[in-house]
């Protein structure tokens, strides 16, 4: 199954990213540069998933764009995230 949740990035003043997921409660990352921290964003909601599906707990519906307080020179990007139920499984 596909899931795919907004995340904010902001550049720090000594040039690293730091994000975090609105509607993933406590997913935050940090990385040296953009591309690594959606890397880590990408790894981090897809173990904050894990859990909660595998709790049974209902996820959070997704934010749209226009919803999220952003700060000026914040960036917002997509992440998606496969999640693979039982082995061999396919969309």
């Given at each position: 199954?596909?899931?795919?949740?907004?995340?904010?990035?902001?550049?720090?003043?000594?040039?690293?990213?730091?994000?975090?997921?609105?509607?993933?409660?406590?997913?935050?990352?940090?990385?040296?540069?953009?591309?690594?921290?959606?890397?880590?964003?990408?790894?981090?909601?897809?173990?904050?998933?894990?859990?909660?599906?595998?709790?049974?707990?209902?996820?959070?519906?997704?934010?749209?764009h226009?919803?999220?307080?952003?700060r000026?020179?914040?960036?917002?990007?997509?992440?998606?995230?496969?999640?693979?139920?039982?082995?061999?499984?396919?969309?």
């Amino acid at each position: 199954m596909k899931f795919i949740y907004p995340a904010v990035f902001h550049r720090e003043e000594d040039g690293t990213y730091t994000g975090y997921f609105p509607d993933l409660e406590d997913c935050a990352v940090r990385g040296e540069t953009l591309e690594d921290a959606v890397d880590e964003a990408h790894d981090a909601a897809e173990a904050w998933l894990a859990v909660e599906l595998e709790e049974d707990v209902p996820l959070p519906l997704i934010s749209d764009h226009k919803d999220i307080p952003v700060r000026e020179g914040d960036e917002i990007r997509n992440i998606c995230i496969t999640v693979r139920f039982y082995e061999g499984w396919d969309e």
